[in-house]
């Protein structure tokens, strides 16, 4: 079945610094990719989609310039978290469609725990 | 318009016995409705998953009833286990853009 591979899983970093996590489609290429953010015990907020070879598409609220995605191939995207400050810690997850099926068939990664101190 | 409200948000089973978790929506663009299965620090993994011109679909013990004319949607865990504690999640998306996620529901069965 289409793995989405999700790297690094857990990331300590200090404030003011910035942390890159990266989402890999493994046996299937796709052209969008999800990522969400998710705190203790409540459901999953979409932040961005992604799609390969042009700008994310950013949700209402969250901040481009923080929140920096990149989608240069049909199987990685990436999400930087730029000068990461304690409220950035949470759980993001990334989703990724493959291109091609009607695209339905939505693969989410295992998640990684971001705690900036 | 575009949420989809999930009940209850948490739910204690005995074990073999049947775990019921209920989604409702608004949008009648609305044309996938997956469930997803959460275990802590893990990403949700897929259950099953239903369109809207099917009323009913089973997969193992995991069966989805849909009701289009009442805009609902329910997950049924049939001869629930211990190992299905975890926190489920329905959602909702339409032209295969950006799911919409339930609250969540957080599953305890009891052995």
């Known amino acids: 079945g289409a793995v989405v591979s999700q790297h690094p899983s857990r990331v300590i970093c200090k404030s003011g610094t910035s942390v890159k996590i990266e989402c890999r489609s493994l046996d299937f290429q796709a052209t969008t990719m999800f990522w969400y953010r998710q705190f203790p015990k409540q459901s999953l907020m979409l932040m961005a989609t992604s799609n390969e070879g042009s700008k994310a598409t950013y949700e209402q609220g969250v901040e481009k310039d923080k929140f920096l995605i990149n989608h240069a191939s049909l199987t990685l995207s990436t999400l930087t978290v730029t000068s990461a400050h304690p409220e950035d810690s949470s759980f993001y997850i990334c989703s990724a469609r493959p291109t091609g099926t009607g695209g339905y068939g939505y693969t989410f990664g295992s998640g990684t725990r971001l705690t900036v101190v | 318009q575009q949420q989809v409200k999930q009940s209850p948000q948490s739910l204690i089973v005995q074990k073999g016995g049947i775990s019921i978790i209920n989604c409702a929506y608004e949008?009648?663009?609305?044309?996938?409705f997956p469930w997803y299965q959460q275990f802590p620090g893990k990403g949700p993994a897929l259950l099953i998953a239903?369109?809207?011109?099917?009323s009913e679909k089973k997969e193992g013990r995991f069966t989805i009833s849909f009701n289009k004319s009442a805009k609902q949607f329910s997950l049924h865990i049939m001869d629930s286990q211990p190992g299905d504690s975890a926190t489920y999640f329905c959602a909702a998306s339409m032209g295969g853009n950006k799911l919409v996620f339930g609250a969540g529901t957080i599953l305890r069965v009891k052995s």
């Open positions: 949008n009648t663009a609305f044309d996938y």
């Open positions: 239903i369109r809207p011109d099917v």
